[in-house]
């Protein structure tokens, strides 16, 4: 599958920048609350209250399960673009390895376990010349 422009010149990733925002937002997220958490004092019943306000892995996690394995693939390449791994010309290879890599285990737990999801999905949407910033939410 390469990536294909649309009737209006837009390129077409296979998956939708909405889709893409959703998940760059609670991988922010959990990024955030993470680091936070890491910040904390060990106060455990603050910790507790604060936590239950917070977007979790899980919750990330959940959400990638719920996508279909052509998005999850695609989220994976694009990751792996974002990280300078595959250039925007690569996409059609990026595709075959994230395929494999689906097929190895739960893409939700692969990408979880990224460090900057959030962010490496940013700049790989943005390597084609897209943004998800500018995403209505």
């Known amino acids: 599958m390469a990536v294909e422009e649309n009737e209006d010149g837009e390129v077409d990733l296979g998956i939708s920048l909405e889709v893409v925002a959703t998940v760059v937002d609670l991988a922010r997220a959990v990024q955030e609350a993470e680091e936070a958490e890491a910040g904390r004092a060990d106060d455990d019943e603050e910790l507790d209250d604060d936590l239950e306000d917070e977007i979790t892995e899980e919750m990330l996690t959940d959400y990638l399960d719920e996508l279909n394995e052509e998005q999850q693939v695609v989220l994976i390449a694009l990751a792996w673009v974002g990280r300078g791994d595959h250039e925007p010309e690569e996409w059609a290879e990026a595709l075959k390895l994230a395929t494999e890599r689906n097929a190895a285990g739960p893409a939700s737990a692969y990408l979880a376990g990224m460090e900057g999801l ?20």
């Open 118 to 137: 959030g962010d490496l999905l940013a700049e790989g949407v943005a390597a084609f010349g897209l943004s998800v910033e500018e995403v209505d939410r």
